[in-house]
């Protein structure tokens, strides 16, 4: 690896993880979950996590790759790819504008090659600040062109998913991405790629009808809500509240959905696990 | 080329007496065998299936049922599967390829049922296995949306070689209700939602969505039943013939590579690797 050029792809990383913290952070940052202050030194520290109660706060691609990828193994795939408006929706490329400007992401998700001790792979990661992570065109696009060059790199494939779900302003072409993510994932596990998928709060939706479903290895952050349908659109459904818990990432463990829940501190370790297990890319 | 809006249109795909999939089975099928169940727990009526012959050749139907009786209405859920249904589904269509036979699939549901059991009995697995099943199997694959294309609940019957719409149904990310109610927090708004949504059967062809559209009688296919009936058959044998002499892999490449490029949302230039 050219020392000059890693060096730099790093400091592009820290730049942009740090630029994701700022917009989130002041000196007490308070848990939306539990609702207590804590000084925001303490929430660094945890990568994000309460010091209270351990609620696992959304964090943004850039953060997340610069907290799991070994320093200097970071390339960013597919960065030009911009989103479309396929509907002429009122508005939308307004918002679409306003949101790069805010996040500094063409769209809500992030493809890069990286290295976990030392073993290569291709990693997508959604990132819940640009319209709840929702899946349009460009997300869908982007997580199938990473399934395709792990397959054509025979490398392993590492999903983060955090997303409402299907994006509304795409409509119909976002529905179709999940069949063409799902195409994609079928494609690539089907000649012998290793696909791991790792949900964080919250992934619901098309996401979690598709691709984030999918792995051969299935994990979660603590306390993630995972489910097809929303909590409120349930209840207003059945007519009754749900119990505490339900659709979390422990309520999936238990019902049969994941193999491993993993605190953010560990993924690292995880996944480097899991990858030298697999090593070939999952291939004998 | 209609004169429905597309607010009366997604009341005319509604419509109580619309033929639903157990109708278009009796009419163009025989030696219809149902197939219930998903051997893993249950058995899920709002998704009805079978093997039976299309014009003497054996083909593996699939289909939403809404029922069309309240009582029928209540034990179908409406037409909401659950992941029971699902998992039949794709234990349907795998047995579909081993006995190569076409597999066609009728599309009529507000959605994938938002229940608490069939959360916990992974509605979105179950939806997600259906889609990847789908887009590899080594056979042909025909669907037809004829009612309501609601959501994943819907796609994940219909990734085909050929998608198909009758006139007047609609297709979409979510209910015209649910649109409203999430990007405006008003689901009243329902009637505005169609018109920004594109979900009619034009407007999807126009996207590259659905491969053909079937015109329906005048005033919509609940007027005349047979005049449907004819105008599906016609359209089942044509498609039919056209993609029985493709090869299996060819089947599973083509139906790959047209949900490939929907959508792709940028222009062609912008691929790229380091």
Redesign the interface.
Known sequence: MNGTFSRRRDRLLTYRAMREGKITSSRRTRCSACGAESPQLEWDRSLQVCPRCGFHAPVGAYYRLSNILDPGSF?E????????D??S??DYPAKLEQLEEATGLKDGAVAA?GRIEGRRAVFGVLDSRFLMGSM???V??KI??AAE?ADKKRLPLVIFSASGG?R?????????????T??????FQ?RGGLYISCFTHPTT??V???????GDIMLAEPGAL????GPR??EQ??KEQ?PEG??RAEYLLD???LDRIVPRSEWRTVLSQLLALHEKGGRP | MSRFTPEEKVKLARHPDRPGTADFIDALFTDFFEQRGDRFCGEDPSILGGIARFHGRPVTVVGHRKGKSLEENLRCNFGMPSPEGYRKAQRLMKQAEKFGRPIITFVDTPGAYPGKEAEERGQGEAIARCLALMSALEVPIISVITGEGGSGGALALAVANRVLMLEHAVYSVLSPEGFASILWKDSSRADEACGVMKLTAQDLRRGGIVQGVLREPEGGAHTDWQAVFRTMDAALTRELAGLEKWKGPALARQRYEMFRAMGQGLPPAGREEP
């Open positions: 390339q795939l597919e960065e030009k790819l911009a989103p479309a396929p509907l929706f009122p090659l349009g065109t460009a869908g696009e199938t062109r060059y299907a509304m302003q795409e409509g119909i072409f976002s529905l179709m991405q999940m069949a063409k799902a195409a994609a994932i079928q494609r089907s939706g098309g979690t009808a598709s691709f984030a479903s999918l995972i489910g097809f349908a659109v349930i459904t059945i749900l339900f659709q019902h049969g959905f």
